[in-house]
C-alpha cells in the first residue's frame, strides 16, 4: 500500500541534543511537508519542499532542519537552538495541486 | 495572509442526532477547502474537500460540507452521529494558486458522540 511512513513513533531529546524524525514516502509525490502540533492550536508548518534539493522555511522553522536529497524522503533535525521542542510533528505529502495533502502517523517528541 | 476559525473547541452530541462543526475561513481570492479528522496518537485522514462546482461536498463516512462563499462558511455536518464518530475535526484553507498548496488549518473542534 502506498503511504507516508514516520518513524520513530516516539522519541526523547536530551538537554543539546539534536535529534532526526524520519519521514518516507513511496507515494511519487514531489511536495513534502512538516507540521508541528502542540494541543490546542492546529497544525503549524515547519519546512516544505516542492522537488528534490529545494525546501522553504515555514511559519515557525527557526530551531529545526530539513534535507530533500531524494524524492521519497524528508527527515526534519529538531536542534539544540529549538527550546520547546515537545509536540507531535507530522509528516505530509502532496500528488497535485487539487489533491489533498496525505499525513504520516506522526511523531511524538518529549524532553529528557 | 489566509486564516481559519473552528469557534467551537468541543462538540458534544448524541448518537443517532444530525452533528454541526463550524469553519469560517479568510483567503485572498477563491479558496480550496478541507476537512480533516484525527484520532488519538495517529496522523490526520481527509474526509472531504471543495475544489469548485456544487457547494454541498459529500465525503468519507456520510460527512458532508457545504460551502457558503457569502458567509465564508464550510460548515461540517453529519445527518446520524456514530459513536465512533469521536475524534479531533480540523478546517483547512489554501488558497487557489498559492503556493505550494501551503494549507493553513484551524485549532481544531474535539467531537465526542454520547452513546
Known amino acids: 500500500d502506498g503511504g507516508i511512513t514516520q518513524s520513530p513513533k516516539y522519541l526523547f531529546r536530551k538537554e543539546g541534543q539534536n535529534v532526526t524524525l524520519s519521514c518516507e514516502q513511496n507515494?511519487?509525490?514531489?511536495?513534502m511537508y512538516w507540521y508541528r502540533q502542540d494541543p490546542g492550536q492546529g497544525l503549524r508548518l515547519i519546512y516544505y519542499?516542492?522537488?528534490?534539493?529545494?525546501?522553504q522555511k515555514g511559519d515557525i522553522a527557526e530551531g529545526y532542519s530539513v534535507s530533500r536529497e531524494k524524492k521519497e524522503s524528508f527527515p526534519l533535525t529538531v536542534t539544540s537552538a529549538q527550546k520547546n521542542p515537545t509536540a507531535f510533528y507530522l509528516c505530509?505529502?502532496?500528488?497535485?495541486?487539487?489533491?489533498?495533502?496525505?499525513f504520516g502517523d506522526g511523531t511524538r517528541l518529549s524532553i529528557l | 495572509a489566509q486564516s481559519v476559525a473552528q469557534p467551537e473547541d468541543q462538540v458534544n452530541v448524541a448518537e443517532g442526532n444530525p452533528l454541526t462543526v463550524k469553519c469560517t475561513y479568510s483567503v485572498s481570492g477563491n479558496p480550496y477547502l478541507f476537512w480533516y479528522v484525527q484520532y488519538p496518537n495517529r496522523g490526520l485522514q481527509f474526509l472531504l474537500k471543495?475544489?469548485?462546482?456544487?457547494?454541498l461536498v459529500k465525503g468519507s463516512y456520510g460527512f458532508e460540507a457545504e460551502f457558503n462563499k457569502s458567509q465564508t462558511s464550510f460548515h461540517l455536518k453529519k445527518p446520524s452521529a456514530l459513536v465512533s464518530d469521536s475524534a479531533l475535526y480540523f478546517c483547512a484553507v489554501s488558497p487557489v494558486g498559492g503556493s505550494a498548496r501551503q494549507l493553513t488549518f484551524g485549532s481544531g473542534t474535539q467531537l465526542t458522540v454520547l452513546p
Open positions: 471543495y475544489i469548485t462546482g456544487d457547494n
Open positions: 505530509a505529502s502532496l500528488g497535485g495541486a487539487n489533491q489533498p495533502q496525505h
Open positions: 519542499s516542492q522537488i528534490v534539493n529545494d525546501f
Open positions: 507515494l511519487n509525490h514531489d511536495a
